[in-house]
């Protein structure tokens, strides 16, 4: 065969490949409804009252600890955060003392900034979840006041904390 026989025949072959090809209709996606937020009303029933404090298990947990050198809450404690931040919503009478504290490591000064930054993390979360700013105050007792005088990380770790206390209820 020759050289333009062949070149006739592969044109031939791919010609006949695209017209035997299925041709599929891309169909455009009808625009998706824009989600609704969802409200539910809100019923005199459902707001916290002062003796939920001691009875609502959420609202009994009232410490939140920090891994070694950190500020940022951790996961498991931002329940805790909208339990306490609903409790503010419904109580504008309410008030808390966030106190923020460190493990023994550090100077001093070191430790009150933690402990403030601390705090502060806490009050901007119960903020982020309704809480209001004026409900808050943030103070910082460093390495002070521990809760465990042991030289170990599990006693460490129970130092770093924030303890929410409720000044008005």
Not at 76 to 93: T, V, W
Not at 158 to 165: F, G, P, Q, S, T
């Amino acid at each position: 065969m020759n050289k333009t026989a062949r070149v006739a025949l592969v044109a031939l072959l791919c010609i006949g490949a695209a017209a035997c090809s299925k041709k599929q209709e891309v169909k455009p996606q009808p625009p998706q409804p824009e989600p609704q937020p969802q409200t539910q009303p809100v019923q005199e029933s459902n707001k916290y009252t002062p003796a939920d404090l001691d009875t609502d298990a959420c609202l009994r947990q009232r410490v939140v600890y920090f891994d070694f050198d950190k500020t940022e809450i951790k996961p498991e404690f931002q329940e805790i955060m909208a339990c306490h931040a609903k409790y503010l919503q419904d109580r504008p009478e309410a008030h808390l003392r966030l106190e923020g504290n460190t493990d023994e490591r550090g100077t001093r000064e070191y430790n009150l900034g933690l402990g403030e930054r601390r705090g502060n993390a806490v009050s901007d979360a119960l903020q982020a979840n309704g809480g209001s700013a004026s409900q808050l105050e943030v103070i910082s007792y460093g390495k002070e006041k521990p809760v465990c005088r042991e030289h170990n990380e599990d006693c460490w770790s129970k130092n770093r904390r924030v303890e929410i206390v409720y000044t008005a209820k």
